[in-house]
């Protein structure tokens, strides 16, 4: 199937014929005194009640497709009052942008991992003969293939990478990338429909209840291992810093072992959680 157009004329004016016709015909039907002018007056209602068969109201961002007992002969997209062939048999169809808010899955991420995931999937339907006459109910078409393509991401990528070094997508870190793939998945499913998808976006997210703590744990051990080497960092280039400055600037001559205290001393003092105490050496009594 494909949208085409129709033969259509100005609705008002077909209106107008339609009532004259009709008003004439009952006319004929009442005042005339011959057989012929009784049937005369028959056939002109008739033919007024077939012109208004074919009127049709158009609404704005609307489509009208006409069938001809069961012949299908195309689509009126123009807004506004139409004359077309009679005795068709019209279906509208919404041409508006529409959202569809999927229910939250339950699906297994990339790793195995049981999440929780919904989305929001924007899309206007684009050719209004494949949408009624390719598939069989378009609304529960476009979500029941709306789910399978987010079910289908979900388990593609996984919820999160402890070890992502950048070049990994995940459903957490890259939900940007994600919805452009998930937009290019849609598009390919509901093409046979006639649908345009418009915008995908994962509007929830989240670890399975029966695993949430315990990924929530690894997530907190993992954001305090990435701390600590940070620190750790940092107290290294400040010990070196500081003994390069000593031995520059003759400040003290400090030998192997006597670098190897102060660089324990440091790094305790820069990388402990708690306030250090020190201890100044005055000096032996002997």
Not at 136 to 146: A, D, L, R, V, W
Not at 251 to 270: C, F, G, S, T
Request: with cysteine; aromatic share 6%; net charge negative.
């Amino acid at each position: 199937m494909r949208e085409k157009s129709i033969i259509k004329m100005n609705g008002f004016a077909a209106l107008i014929i339609a009532l004259v016709c009709i008003g004439f015909g009952i006319y004929l039907i009442v005042t005339g005194a011959a057989i012929a002018e009784k049937i005369g007056g028959v056939l002109v209602f008739l033919l007024g009640l077939i012109i208004a068969t074919s009127l049709t109201i158009v609404q704005p961002n609307e489509a009208k497709v006409l069938t001809f007992f069961g012949t299908y002969l195309g689509v009126i997209r123009d807004q506004g009052l139409w004359a077309t062939i009679p005795f068709t048999f019209k279906r509208s169809v919404s041409l508006r942008v529409t959202n569809f808010n999927s229910e939250k899955l339950k699906v297994n991420d990339l790793e195995g991992n049981p999440i929780e995931i919904a989305a929001v999937v924007v899309y206007k339907v684009r050719d209004a003969a494949k949408a009624l006459y390719d598939v069989e109910n378009y609304e529960k078409f476009i979500q029941i293939q709306s789910e399978t393509g987010i079910r289908h991401i979900a388990s593609t990528y996984a919820y999160d990478s402890f070890e992502n070094n950048g070049n990994t997508l995940t459903l957490r870190q890259n939900s940007d990338e994600v919805a452009d793939v998930l937009v290019h998945d849609l598009q390919k499913r509901l093409d046979v429909a006639g649908v345009d998808v418009i915008e995908a976006r994962i509007m929830h997210l989240a670890y399975s209840s029966e695993i949430a703590s315990a990924m929530l744990q690894r997530q907190q051990a993992q954001a305090v291992l990435s701390a600590r080497k940070v620190i750790v960092d940092g107290a290294v280039g400040l010990v070196k810093a500081a003994i390069d400055q000593l031995t520059e600037q003759a400040i003290v001559d400090l030998d192997e072992e006597k670098k190897a205290q102060m660089v324990n001393n440091l790094m305790v003092a820069i990388v402990s959680e708690k306030g250090t105490q020190p201890i100044i050496n005055t000096g032996s009594i002997y």
